[in-house]
């Protein structure tokens, strides 16, 4: 049965989810409104009660607050901001001189032509490579209004792709210029959410580099609040995610939480727009600020996605929704079970002082620990001994690897690992032959200053042949050595954004970024791609259909890591939260147990000097890093429940849960207790009540036996056994398996 529904005398339109549903209607003269979301009543009752007429005759409505435009246009009634902008500069021709200063239309009203429902749609930049996601082959329906201006031949579709099992809905807008003119885009959003009236409060993360995904709760005040960020990565300081719920009344298990993400890597905004009726809404699009975009007779435009949904489960049935459906339908392709490997990458070892002897020694420390993937970091290629040269010049450095990198791919190979390579492959130094050879292939203004930051400047991918020649450059690396993972950089913000593109250089950059990575994971179907930007500074949904993983921060220092990954963990799954193990003194103290414990809730890495530790050490490494890979399918691949966060009373408390509620793995970190404070209990989520669990340390040593039920209603004290008690920095990671 399909999962949209329309009634013909009503002129509704349902889309049906597994606990929520979302409605939509034609007016009488063709306008598209939004009726209602949020939880579906029981079997079959009808989603909409009460008269719908007073929205049909806007003499009786005084601002568009009451009339919830689908997409709200610049036209028609609007007094607020709207999800699309369009003007008509050659509309002028067939008007009077005395109407000059009346041009350029700005005016959009589309009314609905017709409605279909597909299975085979797609948002823009759908990943074109070798690895489809899990669940991309399973159809889904996608419902499409068509939409055109009542002059001009003008066409909008609004694209709706439902994943009724998450209550997900995914939301793009085409448009068509059937005119004879040249349309001038504006402002364009990829979709526009209407929160039922009320009041709200949103959560989301903000930072910087090395503080990425800190969380933040605030009320959506009257007005705007807006999250967004102009350029060519998704940025540290927001993160393109929501979750809004009403003001004061949900927490992490309980209460409803609006959710939503942009599936996009650049200039991205969502703009929250709260009006004094109560009417809340938030467009979720392109960034206006130095957005353009020209559609010329004949030209379409398709938007990324905007993936919304509804969870009645708390923050938590949010997050969860959200990492499944990155699991499912947005990563590349993985079999059921499969686990990302344990990675060493050197940065933190060697930084730029690479050498064959040097990384060579690393590596046989990092197999002898049970590592699986070698990752060589910065510094390998062109004149790269600092970060003032080279980057462009993709040859191996004869200086630093005479034989090329073959011996120490070799030499990784033979000690049964994989081998990965560092690249950043958007970027140029001014030193380096690239830069020397053509200038003109930066962004830049001509007779502007070029800003450097990082010493480096920022290909133009608006230029088809750059784009070619970075493809072609990593291509060669992949067939000369025998590569399976790229750790794909970019550290630097864009300014003068000058391109052969002009004002489409924001689109053009990003097509050209995914094109890129399509094209190598299709013709190297081994590769897979880590997404780094300086840290945290590009993860969405966008890179995330094309990486398997993603550096989370380069603040690898375990107790402020704590913070990140609560953050993180709103949004994305801990499949693709690599996190390394480093030093022991870093900004803070930590122990050993703390800073696996912290890297162990997402995809473990370690960037420690691996070479230089004890023999003590050595034994506790191992024996972690076995832990690990026995805990691994249910961190990665389980469901997640925060009981606590670390921002809420100095503990971050995760279990990790198999579907069937079988295994969970419990962890606890405390950075902050008081003396004579105690903490709570957390009770257990999701676990089979009559079941008993076997609960087991890294060591393997049995420390009890409860059941599901105990575990559940009577919770694990913070300070027991279980979390370690007193005002210490601590942690801890146990298993529980039911054992009958
Ligand atoms: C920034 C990354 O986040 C670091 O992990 C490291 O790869 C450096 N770049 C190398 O320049």
Redesign the pocket.
């Known amino acids: 049965m399909s999962a949209v529904s329309f009634d013909p005398t009503q002129k509704l339109i349902v889309l049906r989810l597994r606990t929520s549903f979302y409605a939509l209607r034609i007016l009488p003269d063709g306008q598209v409104v939004h009726v209602g979301s949020g939880p579906a009543p029981e079997g079959n009752a009808p989603m909409v009660l009460g008269n719908l007429d007073a929205y049909e005759d806007p003499n009786y409505v005084w601002d568009e607050g009451g009339r919830r435009y689908e997409l709200p246009t610049y036209g028609d009634i609007a007094y607020h901001h709207v999800g699309l902008k369009v003007s008509f500069p050659e509309a002028a021709a067939p008007l009077g001189k005395q109407d000059a200063n009346h041009l350029p239309v700005r005016d959009l009203r589309l009314r609905y032509l017709k409605h279909e429902i597909r299975t085979d749609a797609a948002p823009a930049y759908p990943p074109a490579h070798g690895k489809p996601a899990r669940k991309s082959g399973v159809p889904r329906e996608t419902l499409i209004l068509h939409l055109r201006d009542i002059a001009y031949n003008f066409e909008v579709r609004l694209c709706y792709r439902i994943t009724p099992e998450l209550d997900v809905i995914e939301r793009w807008i085409e448009l068509h210029n059937l005119t004879k003119m040249h349309v001038t885009i504006e402002s364009l959003a990829f979709g526009t959410v209407h929160f039922p009236q009320g009041t709200y409060e949103l959560t989301r993360t903000a930072g910087s580099w090395s503080r990425e995904f800190i969380p933040v709760r605030q009320n959506i005040e009257q007005g705007e609040t807006v999250l967004s960020q102009f350029g060519i990565n998704t940025g540290h300081a927001f993160n393109p995610f929501y979750l809004v719920s009403p003001r004061g009344k949900t927490t992490e298990h309980a209460g409803e939480v609006y959710f939503g993400a942009l599936a996009f890597s650049g200039n991205w905004a969502l703009r929250f727009e709260a009006l004094p009726t109560d009417a809340v809404r938030v467009y979720g699009g392109y960034e206006p600020t130095g957005f353009g975009m020209v559609l010329a007779p004949g030209e379409s435009h398709t938007t990324p996605a905007f993936v919304h949904g509804y969870a009645g489960d708390g923050f938590g049935g949010a997050s969860r929704r959200l990492h499944a459906f990155t699991r499912d339908y947005i990563l590349p392709g993985f079999d059921d079970g499969q686990c990302r490997p344990v990675l060493y990458n050197s ?1 933190e070892a060697t930084f730029f002082k690479l050498s064959v002897d040097g990384q060579i020694q690393l590596a046989r420390s990092a197999a002898e620990m049970g590592v699986e993937l070698f990752c060589m ?2 510094g390998w290629f062109g004149d790269r001994r600092n ?1 003032h040269a080279g980057l462009g010049d993709w040859i191996v450095s004869k200086a630093v690897f005479p034989d090329g990198l073959q011996p120490l791919v070799d030499e990784v190979k033979r000690l049964g690992m994989r081998f990965g390579l ?1 690249v950043e492959p958007e970027m140029v130094n001014p030193d380096s032959d690239l830069y020397r050879k053509h200038p003109d292939w930066v962004l830049h203004y001509p007779g502007r200053p070029r800003t450097e930051m990082r010493f480096q400047l920022i290909l133009d991918f608006g230029r088809p042949e750059v784009v070619e020649y970075i493809y072609n450059a990593l291509a060669a690396l992949l067939q000369t050595y025998d590569i399976s993972f790229f ?1 794909w ?1 970019m ?1 630097r913000y864009a300014t003068e954004p000058g391109s052969v593109a002009g004002s489409a250089i924001w689109q053009k950059h990003v097509e050209g970024l995914y094109g890129i990575m399509d094209r190598l994971r299709k013709n190297f179907p081994k590769l897979d791609i880590q997404s ?1 930007s ?2 945290g500074g590009r993860v969405d949904l966008g890179i995330l259909a094309r990486c398997d993983q993603a ?1 989370t921060s ?1 603040n690898t220092d375990a107790q402020d890591r704590t913070y990140i990954e609560d953050g993180f963990s709103l949004a994305y799954p801990p499949r693709v939260m690599e996190s390394w193990v480093t030093h022991e003194h870093n900004l803070h103290h930590a122990s050993l147990d703390l800073r696996f414990d912290v890297a162990m809730r997402g995809a473990l890495g370690i960037g420690t000097k691996i070479d230089q530790l004890s023999a003590e050490e050595r034994v506790h490494y191992k024996r972690k890093i076995t832990f690990y890979k026995k805990i691994r399918p249910v961190v990665q691949n389980g469901n997640l429940y925060r009981l606590a966060m670390v921002q809420d009373g100095g503990a971050s408390v995760w279990q990790s849960v198999t579907p069937d509620g079988s295994q969970c793995v419990y962890s606890v970190v405390v950075i902050h207790q008081l003396q004579g404070h105690h903490l709570p209990t957390y009770r257990l989520k999701a676990l089979q009540p009559g079941a008993i669990y076997r609960i087991t340390d890294e060591t393997g040593a049995e420390l009890a036996r409860y059941s599901g039920s105990q575990l559940m209603g009577l919770g694990i004290h913070g300070d027991s056994r279980f979390g370690g008690a007193g005002c210490a920095v601590r942690s801890r990671t146990l298993l529980l398996e039911r054992v009958s």
Do not use: L
């Open positions: 940065w970091d910065d970060d560092w750790k950089d550290n780094c300086g840290g550096w380069d």
